[in-house]
């Protein structure tokens, strides 16, 4: 029994999960459910691999908050510190890395709620295990706003080519709580400026939840 045991820890795969949160104040309900579930969703996939968690929050023209790939206990000590509600659960730098991270997080800048800044941020400054599968998981209720073609690097453009976004860098999933104002009817959807968050999900195989309830 303990050599079977053994055999099925050394068989997990490597996940390293990042959650890239929206912490704009529209997002407040949002924030504190996440903090609620934590727990048990990782729980449930601790038992199905070996998994790390980090997170990135990012608002209205930066990035606001980061915690470096950690075992899930640290998550959840992040999310759930004390006197940090809604959106503030996800904002302030924490970690062996932190004053690293809030520096860093200088050179990602722009005009709106940009969840492509905050893939960036993660996919160049985040430790990931060598050999593990890139996960990341994107929570807003706005469309990607990185501020014009100056920042197309933010753009969910920058990872539409494979030339640009390698198979092994992850792939992103998207939880959309804004569908009762951004759907594919809204008229003012353009490059750079309102770009469509799920088109990420798309470009990497990733998938899509366009219409989740604040709740």
Same mark, same amino acid.
């Given at each position: 029994?303990? =050599?079977?045991?053994?055999?099925? /820890?050394?068989?997990?795969? !490597?996940?390293?999960?990042?959650?890239?949160?929206?912490?704009?104040?529209?997002?407040?309900?949002?924030?504190?459910?996440?903090?609620?579930?934590?727990?048990?969703?990782?729980?449930?996939?601790?038992?199905?691999?070996?998994?790390?968690?980090?997170?990135?929050?990012?608002?209205?023209?930066?990035?606001?908050?980061?915690?470096?790939?950690?075992?899930?206990?640290?998550?959840?000590?992040?999310?759930?510190?004390?006197?940090?509600?809604?959106?503030?659960?996800?904002?302030?730098?924490?970690?062996? =890395?932190?004053?690293? !991270?809030?520096?860093?997080? =200088?050179?990602?800048?722009?005009?709106?709620?940009?969840?492509?800044?905050? !893939?960036?941020?993660?996919?160049?400054?985040? =430790?990931? /295990?060598?050999?593990?599968? /890139? !996960?990341?998981?994107?929570?807003?209720?706005?469309?990607?706003?990185?501020?014009?073609?100056?920042?197309?690097?933010?753009?969910?453009?920058?990872?539409?080519?494979?030339?640009?976004?390698?198979?092994?860098?992850?792939?992103?999933?998207?939880?959309?709580?804004?569908?009762?104002?951004?759907?594919?009817?809204?008229?003012?959807?353009?490059?750079?400026?309102?770009?469509?968050?799920?088109?990420?999900?798309?470009?990497?195989?990733?998938?899509?939840?366009?219409?989740?309830?604040?709740?």
């Amino acid at each position: 029994i303990k =050599n079977e045991s053994a055999r099925s /820890r050394v068989a997990k795969s !490597l996940v390293d999960l990042v959650f890239l949160v929206d912490n704009s104040g529209s997002m407040y309900e949002e924030g504190d459910l996440l903090a609620a579930e934590i727990k048990n969703w990782s729980l449930k996939l601790e038992s199905m691999f070996d998994l790390q968690l980090g997170c990135v929050g990012y608002e209205d023209g930066y990035i606001s908050g980061a915690l470096d790939l950690d075992n899930p206990d640290s998550l959840y000590n992040y999310l759930n510190r004390e006197y940090y509600t809604g959106t503030s659960r996800t904002e302030g730098f924490v970690g062996n =890395n932190s004053v690293e !991270l809030s520096t860093l997080a =200088n050179d990602y800048d722009t005009w709106g709620e940009c969840g492509g800044a905050a !893939l960036h941020f993660a996919d160049k400054n985040f =430790n990931f /295990r060598s050999g593990a599968n /890139r !996960l990341y998981v994107n929570f807003t209720d706005e469309p990607n706003q990185p501020g014009g073609e100056s920042k197309k690097a933010f753009s969910v453009k920058s990872i539409e080519s494979q030339n640009d976004w390698k198979s092994w860098q992850g792939t992103i999933h998207t939880v959309f709580s804004g569908s009762d104002y951004y759907d594919d009817s809204y008229s003012y959807w353009e490059d750079y400026y309102d770009e469509k968050p799920w088109l990420m999900s798309e470009y990497t195989g990733g998938t899509s939840i366009l219409d989740a309830p604040s709740d």
